[in-house]
């Protein structure tokens, strides 16, 4: 059974910086996409960042320059850097996972199949 956990959430004030870690178990990273999605309450799911299976990452116009998600496949944990925090980026930030083996990935929820439970970052103003 797949399971992501989410750590590294906090809080911070405006401008400054958090790393979220997400550790997989059940499977091994490699070979996997793997993504990071937040969501405020009331509103939908936002995609943020996205890594391929390959190592190559993606984002969210919003964030581009100031986040970046990588991964290490031999300690089977992806990251997500975040710099420049913004009040307006307060939410749980959910890492996911793409279901099979070299999917690719979008930006829509629907590309991901497993999630975590969550962690809650809070920039303060």
């Known amino acids: 059974q797949v399971q992501l956990v989410e750590s590294g959430g906090g809080l911070v004030q405006a401008g400054g910086s958090l790393r979220l870690s997400c550790a997989t178990s059940?499977?091994?990273?490699?070979?996997?996409?793997m993504g990071w999605l937040r969501q405020v309450p009331g509103k939908e799911r936002e995609f943020v960042a996205g890594?391929?299976?390959?190592?190559?990452?993606y984002y969210a116009n919003s964030v581009k320059d100031r986040f970046t998600i990588s991964r290490d496949n031999a300690r089977n944990t992806v990251y997500l850097q975040m710099n420049s925090l913004k009040p307006e980026e307060t939410a749980v930030y959910y890492c996911?996972?793409?279901?099979?083996?070299?999917?690719?990935?979008?930006?829509?929820?629907?590309?991901?199949?497993?999630w975590g439970q969550g962690t809650q970052v809070t920039v303060s103003s």
């Open positions: 890594i391929h299976w390959s190592g190559g990452g």
């Open positions: 996911a996972a793409a279901r099979a083996k070299y999917d690719v990935l979008g930006r829509a929820e629907n590309s991901f199949y497993y």
């Open positions: 059940g499977r091994t990273l490699t070979g996997y996409g």
